[in-house]
């Protein structure tokens, strides 16, 4: 009798799937088999596993983990890492139409009778050996100067910050796609298995423009490779913590109850050996062991004082920016794939000056302390740590030009993001915008380039990391994507 | 963090591997070829022209015979190509990163071997006329259901799985149909009936319960992508469940499919159309929905329609459209023309890309609400109206005599009044004009010149609809406009769907509007005749409070314009939404009136006539007609005088027009509080939306017009429907459509199974997976069809067949041999859908409030979602699942880790994953901690000291069936040691009952409640209790 093809055996080309597997294998990798894992009660760590539908990667990469510091409101690239004394110059001109192209622009200033130029507020000085210029606004990145590689030519064509945050998270400006981390653990899995591979930080009770959930979604993957989001409340995870009056042992003790009655075998009275009930059975362990690492994760109780100093003094206090930095070096050295951080206000439409000094208040130290305990601890090497939004700013107002206020519109045609540590070119600066920082004078990057590359630096080929939906192969960088080799060390 | 044994993907996997073709055996060109070609050909040799590679392709049998040689390998070109060595020979090549299986070479080999023949898809076959085949063991057979499943058991070998024991099996089938588990009553009853039609009493029961619309529409509101919110990034509130409501009324009045598919489409279009016809279209509009500043409109509007359109196919035909949105479809016989021919038919209502940012204007078009009562007052009000109007007309016929008199009467020098009445507001622009605007010299001394950016307040002008009013002033516009804000009363632009009245330059032409949403619910007239370009000029417009679009009149140079009427729908207020005031020049992200310049800017609280218009142009059409003796006046200076006249001296006919102002105000107010839904509603045919192929599917793209109409690969559009929703309905529901019934009952086979008899639901294109069973699928097909499209009677033939009832215990033999079930020799199991888990505690905890209908519930859950909501006090908390508040960027966390579908787009089967956060749910979520310690409470407030019966009646309840002696033992010991462990500290117990707004139970010991509700707690997670087995 012929069954018909099952959709799994073409789920992935090019490597080998678990459709290769057979099934005591299968169930021998997914955690040394579910009756051993079943009824192990221990608390120690799992070792680490590749469990990823890759089952490895395609070459060997150059990091083993993502911190991904999203900036979200569309930092302006302006102020912080393109320089243009040009603009200084023209301040108060018109933007030249030979320079805007008849591009379209965001219907906030498309109806504007005026587009002039602006120049930044703030001064710029070249640091390190490799020269990479950095504003005044950010002084601690200015020390890691070497350690960082500034991309000045990042772009996209989303023009509103919904399409343009879902397209850096998902490839994708329209809603339905998988975000980055979910990729990374459908393809990779997680090297710990008492936490979640991919683990999302936002910075608590900034205003801004909204974050939504889907914006660290599986999409169309299995909803298992979502983002757990921490929380920054007593419940990192939701419902992590046992009711009151329920403590470890009263669980402990009902969970074994449990489990007795699961494999009581119901009226048969037979064991069962039912692959639902069994892994039903060990995801109950596995939550038990979760109330156990979560809170050791995130309980900051053992770090040194000098630590919190070096993070700033918003790092002791759960849910900002700071204490996620802090939280994202304690999760990379417990094994966790990605980490996602998001920290909104960037969208100064005006008072952009006031607006970005607190911004990078809010965010300097603790982005540059991240990068130099992390070197520190050695985990930079195998880490890639990224700093970035959406999209840019304008070069031209919005609204008012007063003499020492200003404000910008969004931008989707230049931007500027850093990266650190592993596999990146510290001390170098990629690509140029033209004196406007307009468009891209030289080696642009979009967004599915960026996407190749990390794929890249993590040992995946970014063509081949693919999901079938819908009758077709979906993949993150959809059909584009270059890596940029030069962007390697 | 890893789930481990998930649905589909792996055990998908694993069946994959035991497919093994015999070498002779013949090949199926749409089961084993079709999909390979597919795969691994179309792309670069398949229906897309412009990525075809070497002008083959291998689609279409006529054009592969270029490469393919029928019965004689040896000759085929393709075959040499596929097995070749040689890396550049080879196909598909290297870095296309696909690769051919050797089996699947050996299967192309063969094809050929065999012929090479192509036959259409499948799913674009008639639904064939199919034998019930013949078995030998029929007596196991209940349906013919069970005659098609058993021959494909019987061919292969394999026996069908004994019939479930009878508490499994109405546990089984009672939530399947109602989502809810039986009562043990009904537990009770079904074991004793010992009479043959035991089970098909139950059913009949449950399909007549009116929960059973319940669990179908949570089914249908994931396909309708239903969300009480509007998506996107801003995600507001919307007004949307009385469709809900209508989904759960159709499925329990068992409307028939056809019915309820037509309804949804074109409701609006079908003859007589009702209230609740046109209330099922708000399907069409459950989109997401944009309000984002700085989006572009037109951007959205266009991705509002694909939406519909991907719905639709997805929903009806089981196809994914997406791919032809942009190009060819790779792999279905989908054109890209022949998207936008399906797109064609959603492209044609009056809507915006974007709803309002300062106002909670429903987006239009929208349905009025209203109940009966406010029915009544509409029509009273309508009446009273036409009533009021038929008056003033005729008083305005009585008043002859009077106008003659006073025409007699006036004096010599007579003059207008100056200013004239009404006048609310002046401003001559003598003074600075504020802002950066400069003064220039003007019409009369000087005037104001502005820069678009800055504004001219007057702080008056707040008018509401049924108010006449007027403005008046002079402008000079430097250069043809192709948009600019002359004066306006209104927060901003799009973002307020422009709320409010305004006067623009568009495309050179006067343009002006009164708006409640545009454009839907809005007025607009434009003048014919461009606007003088380069010197000054007068301008006037005038709203006489009428509601309709000829009430609003503009004037250049004292003479009213010919205008173009562009809308004439307002049926809701103007006012409100901010901006209260007229604002000269400028207007919020809108284009201002750059470098034009507006002198003597007038105000007026009334209608002004013709004359008065006039005389305010010349400063002497009034005067000279005043001074004018009776026998000397021309025609038309009679006629204004009459109106001005009557307008401004005659007191019964001003009286009048105070009554129907009165009743106009009456009318406005009946429709201003009834609330709206978004539906279906097309442009007429003057103003037809023509639909364009969008080059890459971009918004800003379009290339050729393309016509509403259906892909050639699909039965042909009936001749005699008309070329709009409802013959796209007609078109769909026809009883020889290849694709409805079919996809209609395999999600019917779905919703009792788990999956469908073709496991892809979303596609049933050629990357899907054929069905397990075609001739079932075909025969349900027809069945249903010829039974009326009656989803009740398809849903009992299923779950009363035999196939259904078997035991979901399977020998290991069994599972390794056919791991996912697609032979169907043993019952479905996996665990229940997110509502059923939730509702289950709920109703097992006595806690269920069992009310229908109405706005949504905000159970606890949502105080930590994303986007928290604040929860609700009393029975908010524990309604049904169905009726939970849903927003898009913050779903329920409850259920969307018990994998609820995100209802962002389109889903006709959900993920089911296991997950330790699930566990976390179910351990530790205070709405089942709180169900836990209620069910413990009532139970032993009904058990007393006699535990053992009271655990006992909680497995019963959470489970359908008594307790083993084991499991009897295990619970006690549970119980005991919960018992101790709170004992210890009873504080603990304390604690722990305050979780939950229901009240504890007073008179039992702390302690003891906390203990049996950790051993409810242990049995609301106990496998049995959340999987269907």
């Known amino acids: 009798m012929t069954l018909p093809t099952s959709t799994a055996g073409r789920v992935c080309t090019g490597f080998d799937h678990p459709a290769q597997l057979t099934r005591q294998q299968f169930l021998k990798n997914f955690g040394m088999g579910l009756g051993a894992l079943a009824l192990s009660s221990s608390l120690g760590d799992q070792p680490a596993r590749g469990d990823g539908v890759l089952g490895g990667t395609h070459r060997s990469g150059r990091i083993k983990r993502v911190i991904y510091m999203f900036n979200s409101g569309g930092p302006s690239q302006i102020e912080l890492f393109d320089h243009k004394p040009e603009l200084k110059r023209l301040h108060g001109t018109e933007l030249p139409e030979s320079v805007r192209k008849g591009q379209r622009l965001t219907t906030m200033t498309g109806s504007q009778s005026s587009l002039p130029l602006a120049g930044s507020s703030f001064a710029f000085k070249r640091y390190g050996d490799g020269g990479n210029e950095i504003s005044e606004l950010t002084p601690h990145l200015a020390g890691l100067a070497d350690d960082i590689c500034i991309i000045r030519s990042m772009h996209t064509e989303a023009i509103n910050h919904g399409p343009a945050v879902t397209y850096m998270q998902t490839g994708s400006q329209f809603p339905g796609r998988p975000s980055m981390g979910a990729w990374m653990d459908y393809g990779l899995g997680t090297e710990n298995s008492n936490l979640p591979a991919f683990v999302v930080l936002v910075t608590k009770g900034k205003g801004g423009q909204p974050l939504l959930s889907r914006l660290w979604g599986s999409g169309f993957l299995p909803s298992r490779y979502q983002g757990v989001r921490f929380r920054s409340g007593k419940d990192p995870v939701l419902y992590l913590t046992n009711p009151n009056g329920v403590d470890a042992s009263a669980r402990r003790l009902m969970l074994d109850r449990l489990r007795e009655l699961q494999q009581a075998g119901g009226r048969s009275g037979k064991q069962a050996s039912d692959p639902l009930l069994e892994a039903r059975i060990a995801q109950y362990e596995l939550a038990f062991r979760m109330q156990r690492s979560i809170p050791e994760a995130t309980d900051f109780s053992s770090e040194p004082k000098h630590i919190f100093d070096e993070y700033g003094k918003d790092s002791k206090n759960p849910g900002t920016y700071a204490a996620n930095c802090l939280l994202a070096r304690r999760l990379a050295e417990r094994g966790v794939r990605f980490i996602q951080l998001y920290h909104p206000g960037w969208d100064q439409h005006g008072g952009l000056p006031g607006g970005i000094r607190n911004q990078c208040r809010e965010t300097d130290q603790a982005s540059a302390a991240l990068v130099t305990d992390l070197k520190r601890r050695g985990l930079l090497e195998d880490t890639l740590v990224i700093w970035g939004g959406e999209f840019g700013r304008t070069s031209y107002c919005q609204g008012k030009l007063a003499p020492n206020n200003y404000g910008r519109d969004h931008h989707p045609r230049c931007f500027s993001m850093w990266m650190a540590g592993g596999g990146g070119r510290g001390g170098t600066t990629y690509g140029q915008t033209d004196p406007f920082s307009y468009n891209i004078a030289e080696n642009p990057v979009h967004i599915h380039d960026l996407h190749a590359t990390i794929l890249h630096l993590m040992g995946i080929d970014h063509e081949r990391l693919t999901f079938r939906y819908q009758g077709r192969q979906f993949r993150l960088t959809d059909v584009h994507g270059n890596v940029i080799q030069d962007l390697l060390a | ?1029």
């Not at chain 2, 550049?88 to 870095?95: C, F, L, S, T, V």
């Not at chain 2, 046109?278 to 509009?285: C, D, I, K, Y």
């Not at chain 2, 929703?725 to 788990?754: E, K, M, S």
């Not at chain 2, 994953?913 to 709180?930: D, H, K, M, R, W």
């Open chain 2, 1 to 1029: 963090m890893r789930s481990l044994l998930t649905g589909s993907a792996v055990f998908f996997v694993l069946g994959a591997t035991s497919v093994a073709v015999a070498a002779d055996k013949p090949v199926d060109f749409v089961r084993d070829v079709r999909p390979i070609l597919s795969d691994k050909c179309f792309k670069c040799h398949g229906p897309d022209e412009n990525a075809r590679q070497g002008e083959l392709r291998l689609d279409l049998e006529v054009a592969a015979r270029k490469v393919l040689s029928p019965g004689k390998p040896a000759d085929s070109e393709l075959l040499k190509r596929i097995a070749s060595r040689d890396p550049d020979h080879r196909m598909p090549p290297a870095d296309s990163k696909r690769t051919l299986s050797s089996r699947e070479i050996n299967i192309l080999q063969r094809w050929v071997k065999q012929g090479g023949r192509y036959k259409a898809h499948w799913s674009f076959q008639p639904v064939a006329a199919v034998q019930v085949p013949a078995v030998k063991n029929g007596g196991w057979c209940r349906s013919p259901i069970d005659r098609f499943v058993l021959s494909r058991l019987e061919a292969g070998g394999v026996v069908p799985s004994r019939e479930a024991a009878r508490e499994r099996l109405i546990r089984r089938v009672t939530f399947d149909l109602t989502g809810l588990p039986p009562t043990l009553e009904q537990i009770d009853a079904f074991l004793a009936d010992k009479s043959d039609k035991a089970f098909d009493k139950v059913v009949d029961r449950l399909l007549e319960s009116p929960a059973f619309g319940e669990r179908m529409a949570a089914e249908w509101l994931d396909i309708a992508r239903y969300s009480d919110s509007y998506g996107y990034q801003v995600d507001r509130d919307r007004h949307v469940w009385p469709y809900r409501d209508w989904v759960v009324r159709a499925f329990n009045s068992n409307m028939p499919y056809d019915q309820f598919v037509t309804w949804q489409l074109a409701g609006d279009l079908v003859p007589k159309p009702t209230r609740d016809s046109r209330l099922a279209t708000t399907f069409n509009r459950l989109h997401s929905q944009k309000v984002e500043g700085g989006s572009t409109p037109e951007e959205f509007r266009v991705e509002y329609v694909a939406d519909r359109n991907h719905t639709f196919a997805m929903a009806f035909l089981g196809l994914t459209l997406e791919c032809a949105r942009c190009h060819q479809h790779k792999f279905d016989p989908i054109a890209q023309e022949e998207y936008y021919q399906f797109f064609a038919f959603f492209n044609n209502i009056d809507e915006s890309g974007v709803y309002s940012y300062f106002t909670s204007s429903v987006p239009t078009p929208t349905l009025l609400l209203s109940n009966d009562k406010q029915k009544a007052a509409m029509v009273a009000a309508e009446a009273k109206v036409a009533e009021s109007e038929a008056s003033w007309r005729k008083v305005t016929d009585q008043r002859r005599a009077a106008f003659g008199k006073w025409l007699e009467a006036r004096k010599p020098d007579a003059r207008s009044p100056s200013p004239l009445p009404g006048r609310v507001y002046h401003n001559d622009f003598e003074k600075a004009p504020g802002g950066a605007n400069r003064s220039v010299t003007g019409r009369f001394g000087k005037a104001a010149r502005l820069t678009g950016d800055d504004g001219i307040g007057t702080g008056v002008g707040n008018f509401r609809r049924f108010q006449p009013f007027s403005v008046s002033l002079w402008m000079l516009t430097p250069e043809e406009k192709k948009r600019a804000i002359i004066f306006h009363r209104s927060r901003a632009w799009t973002d307020a769907g422009s709320r409010g009245y305004q006067l623009m330059l568009e495309d050179g032409r006067l343009s002006g509007s009164l708006i409640h949403f545009w454009p839907g619910n809005a007025l607009r007239v434009v003048t014919r005749r461009k606007f003088p370009v380069g010197d000054w000029h007068h301008v006037t417009m005038t709203w006489d409070g009428s509601n309709r679009a000829r009430g609003l009149k503009i004037y250049i140079d004292g003479r009213p314009s010919a205008v173009t009427l562009v809308r004439d729908n307002l049926y809701k207020n103007i006012s409100g939404g901010g901006g209260d005031a007229i604002t000269i020049g400028q207007r919020f992200r809108d284009r201002g009136f750059k470098n034009g310049s507006v002198d003597e800017f007038s105000v007026f609280n009334r209608r002004l006539t013709d004359l008065e218009v006039a005389q305010l142009f010349d400063g002497r059409s009034l005067d000279e007609a005043l001074a004018t003796p009776a026998d000397q006046l021309t025609r038309t200076q009679r006629e204004g005088l009459r109106e001005y006249f009557l307008e401004t001296v005659d007191k019964p006919y001003s009286d009048q027009r105070q009554a129907v102002q009165a009743a106009r105000k009456t009318r406005c107010e009946s429709y201003d509080g009834v609330t709206e839904i978004m539906v279906m509603s097309d442009l007429d045919a003057t103003r037809r939306r023509q639909t364009y192929v969008l080059r890459r599917g971009a918004y800003d793209a379009p290339t050729e017009k393309v016509e509403p109409g259906t892909p050639a690969s699909l039965p042909p559009f009936p001749a005699d429907a008309p070329r709009n929703r409802l013959g796209l309905a007609r078109w769909l529901t026809d009883d020889g459509h290849p694709l409805t019934p079919r996809v209609a009952v395999n999600r019917l086979w779905q919703q009792c199974f788990g999956s469908g008899l073709v496991r892809t639901p979303e596609d049933f294109g050629s990357q899907g997976l054929p069905p397990t069973h075609p001739a079932l699928l075909d025969w349900l097909s027809r069945d249903f069809v010829s039974g009326g499209w009656n989803l009740k009677r398809t849903l009992r033939q299923i779950v009363l067949s035999a196939t259904y009832r078997q035991d979901s215990a399977a020998s290991k033999e069994l599972v390794a041999r056919d791991p996912d079930n697609l032979l169907l020799a043993r019952g479905a199991s996996y665990q229940w859908p997110a509502e059923m888990i939730r509702d289950n505690a709920l109703w097992a905890s006595g806690l269920l409030v069992d009310k229908r209908g109405g706005s949504p519930a905000r159970p606890y859950d949502l105080a930590v979602s994303f986007k928290p909501v604040k929860v609700d006090s009393g029975e908010g908390l524990y309604r049904r699942s169905l009726y939970t508040f849903w927003k898009r960027t913050g779903p329920a966390p409850v259920m969307m880790t018990l994998d609820a579908s995100k209802r962002d787009v389109c889903v006709v089967k959900r993920e089911r994953t296991s997950t330790p956060l699930q566990a976390c749910v179910l351990l530790n979520g205070p709405q089942f901690i709180e169900a836990a310690r209620v069910m413990g409470q009532a139970m032993l407030k009904k058990h007393g000291e006699n535990v053992d019966a009271m655990l006992v009646e909680m497995f019963r309840r959470l489970t359908s069936r008594a307790p083993t002696d084991r499991e009897r033992k295990i619970l006690r010991g549970g119980f005991d040691e919960q018992l101790a462990y709170f004992q210890a500290d009873p504080k603990r117990a304390e604690v722990f009952l305050k979780t939950g707004k229901a009240p504890v139970e007073k008179g039992i010991p702390a302690v003891r409640i906390a203990a049996a509700a950790m051993v409810a707690n242990t049995l609301m997670n106990f496998d049995e209790c959340v999987t269907k087995r």
